[in-house]
């Protein structure tokens, strides 16, 4: 049994750090709140994903069995946000029914049933790689936002690296060329060190429209390694982990 | 002979609720305001139209020969809406030349000439069905809009009904389903009834747009019946009335 | 060698005025500020354009060798164009390495690398005929683009025209007609005259944005002519005209 009631922005900006990597995924949920874990279909980018309980202004959740501690659910995530987006500011009541495979949402007047999508016909959830980052920055997102909207207009592809005390990221087009360089001082905080990567820009675009709502985001990175960005939402009760792949870069 | 002069604003706003259905159409000028009856190209839609002479701050009509009481143009909606929108909030002068078919739009410096559409290339005007309606509902304006921008989310049809104490409107995709339900005392006016139809949400939808500048609107329902909605523009000085034929559920 | 620093809504006002015209062309950099004159590819529309040295907040320039008294660069001003959007209002630092043939361009911390193009490669700069215009009118510009606005709505064509006391533009449609008629009261300066040209709307449309920046524009005008607009910007230390070639009149 699951009911809930939430903040109608709180769960659209949850909802948008969702559907910047995958349109649809298995949502655990569970006493403590919500949990997702999704690859993008390419397999190039990963989103992990956590609401707590006290996000919600109600949430009641039992399991029906006593061997499950969570139900897990299909869920089409670009579906939900078109609804959230017309629902306005009021608040979202959520009712879950497994039997028949429905979450039921109502915002003032409006009553939407969302079936859910069959569990065993979407990806695996994908299994968290272990990584280990020598280099950290945490910047401020806006900053981070304007020069990936700045090499969109330039190239395909970013470099993101540090060297020493500065941060930089690098885009490269056919006749032009466009490097931000952001030094410790700059920055929220940088680790001092010499690393750098080379990912999509179309990820990274579409990665930064789903951090739009975080004050700051903290990038770990390292030598031709992936790129992890992790970030808080909805009042610092979600917190969001995107994986990117690193492109090669050809020589 | 016809001569006025009307408020840009109030005029756009009356020719914005004749292209929510049609483009072109017949317009009956005479002494007493404008009149307005078309269907659109399919026959689904229809609209009444009604404009008071004291909507204008000026305004002269007379016939040529004893006979006619009004005179019926050719006009195309479309583009006089277009340089509506450009004219600003000035004064529209108007000036119909019968003889050369012809009407002259006068918006301070621009001085724009229309030429009249043949009457007899146009549809015919459609004769008002005589519909008896046995629920009414009074709603506001911005609250059905909202309703039909959720509904156009999902599906390509909607339900309006009448269950009791209820109005309802519905919409079903393939996974998803919508409900707007209002209770008599969340709308203006309700007659207690049990009615239901389905229509064309396209149709729904470009209505919509034509009563955005109407505080409230009456639907006029019935069982598998046509949809009439009535509202008024241009400060109460310009009646509509919008026809919808319904479709056929399929069961 | 040539180092400068500008206000970056300056430098985008200058350069807006170019792309209204061509995307890329010679910028002649000398000791007294930049120089440019370019013909769109169809050679129909041409721009002469001046900024002086005083509208930089930093400028320095001198020649490498004594016989040169300036330095002639091929220019991607579209890309420009793109870069200085997104760099928000900063100054912008311009610094160029004539040996790389690239420019360096430097916002906050947003650095920006332009190769130039060869400028064997770009169309050669065009002599600006020998004119003499009988008749000249001052507008202000957002009247000028409003009736450019409405004419784009109609046709294809527009007549810019003098008669009398009058100054005025008028475009055919194939059911409709737009005049804008505007006495000399209503202008900022009329020579009393009796002549008209054809002109591309296309064309105009285009330079009417190229303007925007500026309070009033200078018409010069004469009997199926050639049509020169003057104007300037950034608080008058750009000046701008656009020549433009008139249409023959099928008549």
């Given amino acids: 049994m699951f009911e809930a009631k939430i903040d109608a922005s709180v769960l659209r900006e949850c909802v948008e750090t969702i559907t910047a990597v995958v349109d649809e995924g298995k949502l655990r949920i569970a006493e403590d709140g919500f949990k997702l874990r999704a690859v993008d279909p390419a397999n190039v980018a990963m989103i992990s994903f956590e609401l707590q309980r006290d996000a919600f202004d109600e949430f009641q959740y039992s399991t029906e069995s006593e061997e499950d501690k969570e139900s897990e659910i299909g869920?089409?995530?670009?579906?939900?946000?078109?609804?959230?987006?017309?629902?306005?500011?009021?608040?979202?009541?959520?009712?879950?029914?497994?039997?028949?495979?429905?979450?039921?949402?109502?915002?003032?007047?409006?009553?939407?049933?969302?079936?859910?999508?069959?569990?065993?016909?979407?990806?695996?959830?994908?299994?968290?790689?272990?990584?280990?980052?020598?280099?950290?920055?945490?910047?401020?997102?806006?900053?981070?936002?304007?020069?990936?909207?700045?090499?969109?207009?330039?190239?395909?592809?970013?470099?993101?690296?540090?060297?020493?005390?500065?941060?930089?990221?690098e885009t490269e087009g056919e006749m032009d060329k466009l490097r931000v360089g952001l030094s410790k001082e700059q920055l929220i905080h940088l680790t001092p060190e010499t690393v750098s990567s080379l990912y999509s820009l179309e990820y990274i675009a579409a990665m930064s429209k789903g951090m739009s709502h975080a004050e700051n985001i903290t990038l770990n990175m390292g030598k031709n390694y992936p790129l992890q960005i992790d970030f808080e939402v909805a009042e610092g009760k979600a917190k969001v982990s995107y994986l990117l792949a690193p492109r090669i870069e050809s020589e």
């Fill in 75 to 169: 869920m089409d995530f670009g579906k939900l946000l078109g609804i959230l987006g017309i629902g306005g500011k009021e608040d979202v009541e959520l009712k879950l029914d497994e039997h028949a495979q429905k979450i039921y949402t109502r915002m003032g007047s409006l009553a939407y049933t969302l079936s859910l999508l069959d569990p065993s016909s979407l990806r695996k959830e994908p299994k968290v790689p272990e990584l280990e980052f020598p280099a950290h920055v945490i910047i401020e997102t806006e900053e981070f936002r304007r020069a990936i909207r700045a090499a969109e207009k330039i190239g395909d592809n970013i470099v993101l690296g540090v060297a020493g005390d500065e941060f930089y990221m």
